[in-house]
């Protein structure tokens, strides 16, 4: 009895320290050597995906900022900190914004390092891009190691240099992006929960080369409340769109019909 009383009291506890209720996301962040009073906006792609809309902006104040609001589904955001020492002028943070505490911690000397976590989707993210570095590693070394060779090259129009130099590089490119597409598949058909894989699907139907039934299937195995988002809508409307026949195609003649 003592034990149910005191899993009780952990369970009160719990919910009580919990800064959001449903539909809301915190946002708390570190800028650790950025000034006090530099600018953080809170942005999400536009309707068109070309360009940008501001949502909220504060102020960093002691190192450290603070964003709540209310959020219905998963989406991509980004944080764009105004002119951070030692990087460009507007370097953004990209995330997912979701329910729940999410955990920022800005790098001003290197925004690309900066880490997100607390939420499920941006733990995910953070090691889903992690593996991707793997996956590509074979490609960054090969840039960075002939990197100068290149410049020399092209400096000098040394042709067969910058040739070879581009079918090694090719090479490379055409076997990581191999290993990209699989690994992109693999993580899924493995974590049907993560918000990460219905952006993937997304953009598999924009892929020539994918095969359409394993990406319909995919897709079919996806958690509910991500089929019910807004990329998870756009796909099922694409599929339906695909598996229906050509806007324009030709009825078959009434004689013809058996």
Not at 153 to 161: I, K, L, M, N, S
Request: aromatic share 6%; charged share 25%; glycine share 6%.
């Amino acid at each position: 009895m003592k034990k149910i009383v005191l899993l009780l009291s952990a369970t009160v506890v719990f919910i009580s320290c919990s800064k959001v209720g449903k539909d809301e996301f915190l946002i708390t962040g570190t800028a650790a050597g950025i000034e006090n009073g530099k600018t953080i906006i809170l942005e999400t792609p536009d309707a068109n995906g070309m360009g940008v809309v501001s949502i909220d902006t504060v102020k960093v104040e002691n190192g450290k900022f603070e964003i709540k609001g209310k959020v219905t589904e998963p989406s991509f955001h980004m944080l764009q900190l105004e002119s951070a020492p030692g990087t460009a002028p507007y370097a953004k943070v990209p995330f997912i914004l979701e329910n729940g505490e999410i955990n920022i911690a800005i790098d001003k000397d290197s925004i690309h390092k900066s880490k997100v976590s607390g939420t499920y989707s941006n733990d995910e993210y953070a090691k889903f891009n992690e593996e991707m570095k793997v996956v590509q590693k074979k490609l960054m070394d090969f840039q960075n190691k002939n990197m100068q060779a290149m410049k020399t090259a092209q400096e000098t129009q040394d042709t067969a240099v910058i040739n070879n130099l581009m079918k090694g590089y090719s090479k490379i490119q055409e076997e990581v992006g191999v290993a990209s597409k699989t690994k992109y598949t693999t993580y899924s058909e493995t974590h049907p929960k993560s918000f990460i894989s219905v952006l993937i699907v997304q953009g598999m139907l924009n892929d020539p080369s994918a095969d359409i039934k394993k990406t319909e299937a995919i897709y079919n195995s996806l958690d509910e409340t991500l089929k019910n988002s807004k990329p998870g809508k756009a796909i099922k409307t694409r599929l339906t769109e695909m598996k229906s026949p050509s806007v324009g195609a030709s009825a078959p003649a009434v004689g013809d019909a058996k």
